[in-house]
């Protein structure tokens, strides 16, 4: 019997989660019923402690990385793009309005003040936000030093005063971007965003309103004019990514550089901070980018969110973060059974089909096991009773009580045996923390794929690269006796970066947590290594972007290279019709066997595959 997957929500929030969740048949955890381990899927809004990430179980994932702080924080950010401009040169890092640090950064801030002045005129202007404060609060906009007045920690940033207009009104760019891995750096963009207001007309003479000059909903949506139909912008704060697009159409806008100004702000952000996070394959996260466009359609990066609003306040919210939030399920690639919990229960002794207390004449029969010591102290040498079972009274209301024999058995997980727990923890080195069984979605990715993208029809339907794109392991892959079969134990996942057997941990003791009939997937692309899937619902991959992207982000990652491989792409972009790549280079490749390897450009309505980008006309 197949237990149901099952998540966890701090705070009882985001509805939006918990929604779509139960609708895909998940359930949600409820302490009083289930054992603390007995989840699949846990969510918070804030930052998880420490030793949450090391206590992770195999089956176990959490929705933010360890140590991200370092571009989600205003100042935080600020530095580590100074570090990022000092070392590497601001051709590529020159994104991010010039900032400075209060009260530390005080001189610096005010020499640049001065040589503005003298150079520019008195027009030039600065914006002053709270450090760890978000939605708009704190935040105020100024011309003369004068003005500047804080209490607390605080970044004083260029302000981007000729910002892109829609009929006079300025608007920023919430664009989500979900890290499934930082080891190897694996980033997807997804297609459907927000476009967010301020709700009266730009005007630099009026600094001081905030209904003009800010975009947050939170502060735009007390404004007078929230609900009264704007020109062009219409009611509200809010358009749909898919609404911007057709403005830009319409507009007769070249998008192309755009949308790749803003894969590079988003890769380049990562990039500062991808070699010091700890490796936690366990872990996904979504970061909100917040993206300002300005009247020459150069994208500035504004800030990073860590735990970007997932409220439904008007249609647009809901029209992308339902989406969004399925998408993000299918990206982390559970399958409809949760084999690896469910096995590893059962590996405890017991069946869950066993422990149903039923005395009818289908009652099972009880298999003989062997209670473990840590079960036999639970229980006190009897039959493991359950909390459901002893508690009853005490279920979950909220949630409607479907398929109730289901339901009921699943619960009866007996508690995990703490050497098991033991055996699944391992740690690497002083970085990595846990290890999670890799995740693609067959469906999702592949399908998805070809259907979209007719183009690549050809290499999706050959059986090798479909396999290739489908990636990672379906199946049974990690029983005891495949384990040690060469070539597919690493096809099991995308933890390269966790080589099983240094680890001391005994893959063959706890199963794949993708169960299903098939036989193991080999990765066939780029010959044999992990190429994550192009697609995944509406999240486009976008990076790695190519094999080079792919090889710097295998082990360490190669920054030097990356930024290398951007520029080139960059300079591409700027010169369309060019060919990207010298005859002899492809040749090269696909006598590496790597000619496999594409991606998708994030961004338009129908992504086109990069390749296609720079193909002569
Ligand atoms: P918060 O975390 O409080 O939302 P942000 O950095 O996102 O702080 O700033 C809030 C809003 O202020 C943005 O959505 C944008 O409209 C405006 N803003 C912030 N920084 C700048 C800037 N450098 N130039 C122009 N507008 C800015």
Redesign the pocket.
Known sequence: MAASLVFRLHDRGPEVVRDVLLERGWEEYDQEEREAEDWNLYWRGSAFHNSEYHNLLPWQRLNHHPKTVGITR?DCLARNLRRMRATFGSALYDFS?TAFILPNDYTRFLSEYNRLRVTRGPAAYW?C?PVD?????G?FIFEDIKDLVYDCPVIV????SE?LLISGY?F?LRIYACVKSFHPLTVYIHQEGLVRFATEKYDLSFLRNLYA????TSINKFGPFYKAPKERVGQGCKWTMSKFRHFLHSQDINELLLWQGINNIVTLTLLAIAPSVPSCPNCVELFGF?I?VDAALKPWL??VNYSPALTLDCQADIAVKRGLVGDLIDLMNYTLVDGLRERAYRRQGFCLRANRPSHGPTAPVLPKFKETKCQKQRCGGRLPLLKTLRQPEKRNQRQPRRHASVADSQRRLPPVDSTQIRAAKHTHGDTTLNLIFGPCSRTNASVVSRRMYPALAPRLTDSRSLRGSEVTNHGDTETEADAGRPGEAGASSSTRDTPHGALGFRRSKLPNIHSGTHGPVRTTALKGRHVPPLRVGDFIRTFPFNAATLRASLQDLDVKMVLRELHKLTAQMATPGERWRREEEVEEEETDGEVDFDALLWGPKDPPLLSQCFKPT
Do not use: A, C, F, V
């Not at 404060?133 to 609060?137: D, E, F, V, W």
């Not at 940033?157 to 981007?160: F, V």
């Open positions: 205003k309005p914006i936000k404060l978000s939605r708009g609060r935040i940033q260029r302000y981007i910002p300025k920023d000059h800010l975009t947050n917040d300002l504004l800030e």
